[in-house]
């Protein structure tokens, strides 16, 4: 016979099932379904119960155990917190000195870079130097697309900006920084 709740089998003479303690509507020996009080299907789920308690059983720790394991538990909790407030304060710090991780913090010279655009100006060296990638593409362009015939264009181009960065007109490289001398 099966439990008509969940489907699971029972034993004829079973009234309740097993598996959801539902009644099974299962016949006694005289053919009459049986008859089951709330009284009796009490104390079948106490029995089960007890059943059940006295199968199971849980690991003893005792308190000392407890304790050692709490206490370990704690101390590494408790280190995670002191790495994430250091790790919260250096970025804190790191931040306010004005850094930021995207961009370079060396500070280009600006020696440097005006050499670069007097000496080489016609190939804009100095603008791949301060990180302005598109006016040195144009300049190197110019240069050997004319096949020279223009260079003296990015030459005075190139000049003029080696003055400007020399004198302090242009004093940022691409990204913002101030440049150092």
């Known amino acids: 016979m099966y439990c008509k709740q969940c489907g699971k089998p029972t034993n004829n003479n079973q009234d309740l099932c097993d598996e959801c303690l539902a009644k099974t509507n299962a016949i006694n020996a005289q053919g009459q379904p049986f008859v089951t009080t709330a009284q009796e299907t009490n104390s079948t789920h106490n029995e089960q119960n007890n059943n059940f308690n006295n199968n199971y059983t849980t690991p003893n720790y005792n308190q000392t155990q407890q304790n050692n394991y709490n206490q370990q538990y704690n101390n590494g909790y408790n280190q995670q917190s002191n790495y994430n407030q250091q790790y919260n304060n250096n970025s804190q710090q790191y931040n306010n000195n004005g850094y930021s991780g995207s ?79």
Do not use: R
């Not at 697309?145 to 490289?173: K, P, Q």
């Open 103 to 181: 961009q370079n913090n060396m500070q280009k010279s600006k020696i440097a870079a005006g050499m670069l655009g007097i000496f080489l100006g016609s190939l804009g060296v100095h603008n791949f130097y301060l990180g302005y990638t598109g006016k040195a593409v144009a300049q190197l362009l110019i240069t050997l697309i004319s096949c020279g015939t223009l260079a003296v264009v990015s030459a005075i181009w190139g000049l003029i900006e080696g003055v400007m960065i020399l004198t302090g007109s242009i004093n940022t490289d691409a990204d913002g920084n101030p440049l150092g001398n």
